[in-house]
């Protein structure tokens, strides 16, 4: 089975883009083949500053490996590096309609605060690229957090037309969650998603001091009443803190609500801070020690030639159905 996914270089990364995507890419790497990128010409479709944008491509890459990727059994590289992406974009461009990516809520949300006559078309036609990212590795499984499953689905819709009218030439891929956390929200408001684009007291970062995190564990929204219950309609930040805490233990949320059925709030904000802190405090180290060992241009590197090599088969088929071969 081939596995694929990936994360743009943009902003800091929360504890949501941990708990719904990083910490599940390790565990497919045994029995798979894996192919985890950096979706550095996604982070184009908003501006960013270029230093920011080095910076990120860097840690990201400390990240994967500092989540246990191992670089020997999974292809670690950055999108821009394997030159396919942009030409299959290319092609696949015009097999999706204005319509659909029109109808795309990442977008709707993205472009919704910005002047309609300077809305970047990359931001647009983000979804052809993400596809092209997928079907170049006749990827079968995707796993992503919630928001990003659409994209996923426009993928597939993008496969029935592109091979109802060529042939069985693309590989239909299926979307991965997470059973618990495929959705983390913002500790401050949890009736919004935790995202790397605010800078909030509800947003845990991973760079976060392990001081800050516990301050923002200790000071998060919690609902009125005092049982500590999955409820999402009354009680959304309890539960989104019960989420964390068993997506991070690796338990249910019926074993997590469970365990602190006695408990009151304090105790229990406590017990989620350590668990957090247990689990990104050594995630943090592994990460700098990364950072420090130089191993970052080496692995993106190596990786980018073993990408290339899976990408350039699948485009020269794509090429040859559609007659430019
Ligand atoms: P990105 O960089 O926004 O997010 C990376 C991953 O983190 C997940 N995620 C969350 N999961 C749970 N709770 C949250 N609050 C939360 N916030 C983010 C996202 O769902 C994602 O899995 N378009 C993608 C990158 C991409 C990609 C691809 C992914 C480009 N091409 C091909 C898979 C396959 C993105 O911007 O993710």
């Given at each position: 089975m081939r596995v694929l996914s990936g994360i743009k270089p943009t902003g800091k990364l929360t504890l949501g883009n941990y708990i719904g995507?990083?910490?599940?890419?390790?565990?497919?790497?045994?029995?798979?083949e894996v192919f985890i990128f950096i979706a550095d010409l996604h982070a184009l479709t908003l501006p960013i500053d270029p230093e920011e944008?080095?910076?990120?491509?860097?840690?990201i890459t400390a990240f994967y490996l500092a989540a246990g990727l191992d670089p020997e059994k999974v292809t670690i590289f950055k999108q821009s590096d394997v030159s396919a992406h942009a030409e299959l974009n290319c092609i696949l461009q015009n097999y999706l309609y204005m319509g659909e990516l029109n109808r795309m809520t990442q977008f709707k949300e993205k472009s919704q605060t910005m002047d309609n006559n300077a809305i970047g078309l990359g931001l647009f036609t983000y979804p052809v690229l993400m596809a092209s990212d997928i079907l170049l590795y006749e990827a079968n499984k995707v796993p992503v957090g919630e928001d990003q499953v659409q994209h996923v689905e426009i993928t597939r819709d993008l496969?029935?037309?592109?091979?109802?009218?060529?042939?069985?030439?693309?590989?239909?891929?299926?979307p991965?969650?997470?059973k618990v956390g495929k959705r983390i929200m913002s500790l401050s408001e949890p009736t919004k998603k935790m995202s790397k684009s605010e800078n909030d007291k509800g947003d845990i970062f991973l760079i976060d001091d392990l001081s800050v995190i516990r301050k923002k564990i200790m000071s998060a929204v919690t609902d009125s009443g005092s049982e500590i219950k999955v409820d999402i309609e009354n009680k959304p930040g309890i539960t989104n803190l019960l989420t964390i805490y068993a997506a991070l233990k690796d338990i249910s949320l019926e074993a997590?609500?469970?365990?602190?059925?006695?408990?009151?709030y304090g105790d229990f904000k406590k017990a989620v801070a350590e668990t957090v802190i247990n689990i990104i405090g050594p995630f943090q180290e592994r990460a700098r020690k990364v950072i420090e060992s130089g191993e970052v241009d080496r692995v993106l590197n190596e990786g980018a030639i073993k990408a290339a090599k899976v990408a350039n088969i699948t485009l020269?088929?794509?090429q040859k159905a559609v007659g430019l071969k």
């Open positions: 995507a990083l910490k599940n890419f390790a565990k497919y790497q045994n029995e798979n944008l080095r910076n990120n491509i860097k840690l496969v029935n037309r592109f091979n109802n009218r060529y042939g069985k030439i693309l590989v239909m891929p299926e991965e969650i997470a997590a609500e469970l365990e602190f059925k006695d408990a009151r020269h088929k794509v």
